[in-house]
C-alpha cells in the first residue's frame, strides 16, 4: 500500500467532466492506483471510460476536480509525465503510407529517444510482437491482429511504467485475443496497468483489481475479489445428474434446511441461495449427503455470485435502482 | 501487492518530438493534393501569362517592361495562391482531431511543441515553395526580358510577399487550432483574409496594406521603394503573425482533442 500520495501511479480527486454544459461525462470521480495494480476498468458503454483514460492521458481537460500521475498533475503540456505512460487507444489509427519501422521510429521520436537508444528497441518490439517479416510493408494492408500488435509495440517504445490499454482485445480472433491476455499477464508483473473492456472474462482474467464506472459515476473501486465477493454470495448452481424423481426429492429435502433463503429446480439444475452470513461449508456438505442419500450426482457446481460478470451487473443494477437517493448517499457508493 | 522495481529512464532529447512532428509535417504537406495543385497551377499559370505576353508581343509588337510584367505574375499568383493557402494551413490540425492527433497527443510531446513544428512546418513549405517559384520568374526574366528590373527591389519585393504569406499561414494554422472541423476553418480563414483584406484598404493612405503593396510592386522591382514603409509593414506582418500565433499556441494548449 503507498503510504505517500506521491507513491501512488495515479490519483483522482472529484474528476468531472462535462462537454461544452451538455454532457455529463464523468462525475466526481476520485480513486487511486499503487503501483503493481493491474486494474480493470469497467462499465457500460456511454459510462466515461474512455473519458476518463483521456484524463488521465491529458488529452482532455478536467471541467472540475484533477489528475495526478505519478506525483504530478496530469496537463496537456506534461509531456513529462507522459514519457512515462504507454497508451492505445480503442480502434488504433496508423498513418497507413508507413511502415512498422518508420512509425515505430516516429513514435520513439516523440518521447525524444535518441538514435542509439531507439534503433535497437525498435528492432527487438518488431521482433517480439512477431511482425519482422512486414516490418517494412505499408501499414494500410494490416489485419486487425497485425494493428493490434503494432499498437502494442507502439504503447512499449518508451519503456513505460504505466500502461493504460482501451480495449485491447476488441476485434482480436480468439488465438490473438489469448496472446494479448497472457502478455497483459506477463506486463501485469512488473509494470501498472489500467485495462479498459467491455469483456467482463478478459478482465476477471488478467485484473487484480476493478473500477466500475456506471453513467460517469465510479460505484465501485477495490480488489476484484472483493468485487465478486461482496455481490451475491452464497449463491450457488448446480448439475446433477440421475433421476429425476430423485432430483425433486432431494430438493423438497433441501428446501427444508433453514440456511437456504430459496431452491429452485430447472431440470437438472439445482439453483441453491443462501443468506449472506451463512456457514456454506457445513450447508453444502448436508446438500451433499442428500444428493447422495437419492442417488443423485454432482456434474459441476458454480459459484453463481463470484462471477465478475454478474457482480458487475449486480452493482450497476443496484446503483440504478438508488434513484434520486443517488444525490443524497453519493459517498456510500463507492 | 507487489511492488515493480523503479525503472531506469532513458535519457531524452527535450526536442526531438518537435522536430519529429516538423519533418512529418513537412513531407505530408508537400506530398498532399492542394500542395500539388497550387504548385502546378501556379507553374501553369506563369507560363501561360508569359506566352500570352509573348503572343501580344509577336502579334502586335507591344512590349511590356519586365518589372510590370514580374509584378502580374507576382501579383497574380499571391491572390490565386491565397485560397490553396488557406486550405493548405487551415486544415493542417483540425484535419488530424480525432485518433490521429491521439496517437501523436498521448506521447511524450507537449502541446506548445506540437503547435509550433505544425506552424513551422506549414511556413517552410509555403514560404521556401513561393521564394523557390518566384526566384525562378526573377532569374528568367533577368536573362531573358529587356530589363528594368533592379536586382535589390526584387529581393525586397520577394521578401515582402513573403511576410505577407507568412501572416496568412499562421492565420491559417491559428483557426486550424481553434475550429471543430476543416471546412468551418477554411471557411472562417477565407472571410477573415479577405475582409481585413478589404478593410486595410479602407485605412489611410499613410498605413500600409497588402493591396497597396500589390499595386506597388512595379515601382519596387524598379529599385524605387520606401525601405521604412516597407519596413513597418513586414514589422506589422511579424506583430500580427506573432500574436495570432500565441492566440492559436494557448487556446489549443487548452483544448480537448
Redesign the interface.
Known amino acids: 500500500?503507498a503510504e505517500n500520495p506521491s507513491d501512488l501511479v495515479v490519483e483522482t480527486y472529484k474528476l468531472t467532466k462535462i462537454?461544452q454544459n451538455r454532457q455529463i461525462a464523468l462525475n466526481d470521480v476520485t480513486l487511486r492506483i499503487?503501483?503493481?495494480?493491474v486494474l480493470g476498468l469497467l462499465g457500460p458503454n456511454g459510462a466515461g471510460k474512455t473519458t476518463f483514460l483521456?484524463l488521465v492521458?491529458g488529452?482532455?481537460?478536467p471541467t472540475a476536480g484533477w489528475v495526478k500521475v505519478f506525483g504530478k498533475k496530469m496537463t496537456?503540456?506534461?509531456?513529462?509525465v507522459?514519457?512515462?505512460?504507454g497508451?492505445i487507444?480503442t480502434?488504433?489509427?496508423?498513418?497507413r503510407g508507413m511502415s512498422p519501422i518508420g512509425y515505430l521510429d516516429?513514435?520513439a521520436?516523440?518521447?525524444?529517444?535518441?538514435a542509439d537508444?531507439r534503433k535497437p528497441r525498435l528492432a527487438s518490439l518488431i521482433r517480439a510482437v512477431d511482425l519482422l517479416a512486414v516490418s517494412g510493408d505499408p501499414i494500410a494492408g494490416f489485419s486487425n491482429g497485425m494493428t493490434a500488435r503494432l499498437a502494442v509495440a507502439?504503447s512499449l517504445i518508451?519503456?513505460p511504467?504505466l500502461l493504460i490499454w482501451d480495449e485491447p482485445t476488441h476485434g482480436l480472433d480468439p488465438e490473438a485475443r489469448r496472446s494479448m491476455l497472457e502478455l497483459i499477464k506477463t506486463l501485469g508483473?512488473?509494470?501498472?496497468l489500467v485495462v479498459s473492456s467491455h469483456n467482463l472474462g478478459d478482465i476477471d482474467e488478467v485484473c487484480?483489481h476493478a473500477a466500475v464506472l456506471s453513467r460517469g459515476q465510479l460505484i465501485y473501486c477495490g480488489s476484484l475479489q472483493d468485487l465478486k465477493g461482496r455481490m451475491r454470495r452464497n449463491h450457488y448452481e448446480l448439475e446433477l445428474e440421475g433421476d429425476q424423481k430423485a432430483i425433486g426429492k432431494a430438493a423438497q429435502a433441501i428446501k427444508g434446511f433453514s440456511e437456504f433463503k430459496s431452491v429452485n429446480v430447472r431440470q437438472r439444475r439445482l439453483e441453491l441461495r443462501m443468506s449472506d452470513e451463512a456457514a456454506n461449508t457445513s450447508a453444502l456438505a448436508n446438500v451433499f449427503m442428500t444428493l447422495s442419500d437419492n442417488k443423485v450426482t454432482v456434474v459441476s457446481i458454480r459459484s453463481v455470485g463470484q462471477q465478475t460478470e454478474q457482480a458487475f451487473l449486480d452493482l450497476v443494477e443496484k446503483e440504478e435502482s438508488r434513484g434520486f437517493a443517488r444525490a443524497y448517499q453519493s459517498g456510500e457508493a463507492a | 501487492?507487489?511492488?515493480?522495481?523503479p525503472?531506469k529512464?532513458?535519457?531524452?532529447?527535450?526536442?526531438?518530438?518537435y522536430?519529429?512532428?516538423f519533418q512529418?509535417d513537412l513531407r505530408q504537406t508537400t506530398r498532399s493534393w492542394v500542395y500539388l495543385v497550387w504548385v502546378l497551377v501556379s507553374v501553369l499559370g506563369a507560363a501561360g501569362y508569359l506566352l500570352y505576353r509573348v503572343g501580344i508581343y509577336h502579334e502586335a509588337g507591344m512590349v511590356q517592361s519586365a518589372s510590370q510584367l514580374i509584378s502580374d505574375l507576382l501579383r497574380w499568383s499571391v491572390v490565386g495562391s491565397i485560397t490553396l493557402i488557406i486550405a493548405l494551413a487551415g486544415g493542417c490540425i483540425s484535419s488530424e482531431r480525432?485518433?490521429?492527433a491521439?496517437?501523436?497527443?498521448?506521447?511524450?510531446?507537449?502541446?506548445?511543441?506540437y503547435f509550433l513544428a505544425k506552424w513551422h512546418a506549414r511556413m517552410v513549405a509555403v514560404l521556401s515553395t513561393f521564394l523557390a517559384m518566384g526566384v525562378v520568374a526573377l532569374a528568367g526574366s533577368f536573362m531573358f526580358l529587356h530589363g528594368d528590373l533592379s536586382l535589390t527591389g526584387s529581393l525586397v519585393a520577394l521578401a515582402t510577399i513573403v511576410t505577407l504569406l507568412a501572416a496568412v499561414t499562421t492565420c491559417g494554422v491559428t483557426v486550424s487550432a481553434i475550429a471543430n472541423s476543416t471546412m468551418l476553418g477554411i471557411t472562417v480563414l477565407w472571410v477573415l483574409l479577405y475582409g481585413a483584406g478589404f478593410a486595410l484598404t479602407l485605412l489611410p493612405a499613410q498605413y500600409p496594406s497588402p493591396d497597396r503593396v500589390l499595386n506597388n510592386l512595379p515601382t519596387t522591382l524598379r529599385g524605387f521603394y520606401d525601405l521604412h514603409a516597407l519596413g513597418r509593414l513586414a514589422g506589422w506582418s511579424a506583430l500580427a503573425s506573432g500574436l495570432i500565433a500565441m492566440v492559436g499556441l494557448g487556446y489549443f494548449?487548452?483544448?480537448?482533442?
Not at chain 2, 491521439?102 to 511543441?113: N, T
Request: net charge positive; proline share 10%; aromatic share 10%.
Open positions: 500500500m462537454y499503487e503501483p503493481g495494480c483521456r492521458l488529452l482532455h481537460r496537456p503540456n506534461a509531456a513529462d507522459r514519457r512515462r505512460i497508451y487507444p480502434n488504433p489509427q496508423f498513418p516516429y513514435m521520436r516523440l518521447f525524444g529517444l535518441p537508444v507502439t518508451n519503456e511504467e508483473r512488473e509494470k501498472t487484480n | 501487492m507487489d511492488t515493480p522495481a525503472v529512464r532513458a535519457r531524452v532529447r527535450r526536442w526531438l518530438p522536430w519529429a512532428v512529418a480525432g485518433t490521429m491521439d496517437s501523436v497527443l498521448s506521447r511524450g510531446i507537449s502541446r506548445y511543441q494548449a487548452r483544448r480537448d482533442i
